[in-house]
């Protein structure tokens, strides 16, 4: 989302290229990194990764924000996918492994740096896990540590194309956290939230002041979290080894 982008590589800089939001930038070793901040959702994941792919990138990340669903995990934590699952529409599914060398990279630089951080699965899912019953029905089923909505669809285009593929989340509503559906649908296409809805829903319920504070303080722990991941001096452990040239990511 646009928040995430702006965390980790500043307000500026960015620009729009086929309606997308998009930043180059360069890593320490000289990578150029292809950024994109895709928005909410499965198909615009998987629209920004395809475009990614034919712009030439070597491999592919995802890192943002997630809901979390192993209960020992707390907000800002971070979790190293080393599988991406999906629990799809109408049953659809698929198990996807990420990059085993860029993994292990990426979770040992940020255990040396003191960072809250696991590794394990994720699980991509068709539509958010706002409630506790949900992430625990998720829980049960699959094991997963997080859940989101894009890294499966990333996972299949990395995997189509035979590309490296790493993600990395941070926790912002914990497993016993239930978040009212009236914050989910502040959000626009984009991940933007939109004002004038925001005010007319407070108008509506007040009691949703208390939510979003709520919210709020676990959405900057996550968004501090990943920021300190990012501009950590390894950050070139985003890069899988086994890749060269460019590299993209998808928010």
Do not use: Q
């Amino acid at each position: 989302m646009p928040a995430e982008g702006r965390a980790l590589l500043g307000r500026f800089g960015w620009r729009r290229v086929g309606g997308r939001r998009v930043r180059r930038t360069r890593l320490p070793d000289g990578t150029t990194l292809l950024c994109v901040c895709s928005g909410v959702g499965a198909e615009k994941a998987l629209s920004a990764a395809r475009w990614l792919v034919d712009e030439g990138a070597a491999a592919l990340a995802v890192l943002g924000v997630s809901g979390g669903l192993d209960p020992a995990l707390k907000a800002g934590d971070l979790v190293v996918a080393e599988t991406v699952l999906e629990n799809g529409r109408a049953g659809r599914s698929g198990s996807w492994n990420t990059d085993a060398a860029g993994a292990d990279l990426l979770y040992t630089a940020l255990s040396a740096e003191g960072l809250p951080v696991k590794r394990g699965a994720v699980m991509s899912a068709d539509r958010a896990a706002l409630s506790t019953e949900r992430k625990i029905a998720l829980y049960r089923k699959s094991g997963a540590l997080a859940v989101d909505m894009e890294s499966a669809a990333v996972a299949r285009v990395a995997s189509e194309k035979g590309l490296p593929l790493i993600v990395l989340r941070a926790v912002c509503d914990t497993a016993d956290r239930s978040v009212p559906r009236d914050l989910f649908e502040l959000l626009g296409e984009s991940g933007e939230v939109r004002p004038l809805r925001l005010l007319l829903r407070i108008a509506r319920r007040p009691a949703l002041v208390v939510d979003l504070a709520r919210t709020g303080r676990a959405y900057s722990a996550a968004i501090s979290s990943l920021r300190r991941a990012f501009r950590t001096r390894y950050r070139a452990a985003t890069r899988p080894p086994s890749a060269g040239g460019r590299n993209g990511a998808p928010r």
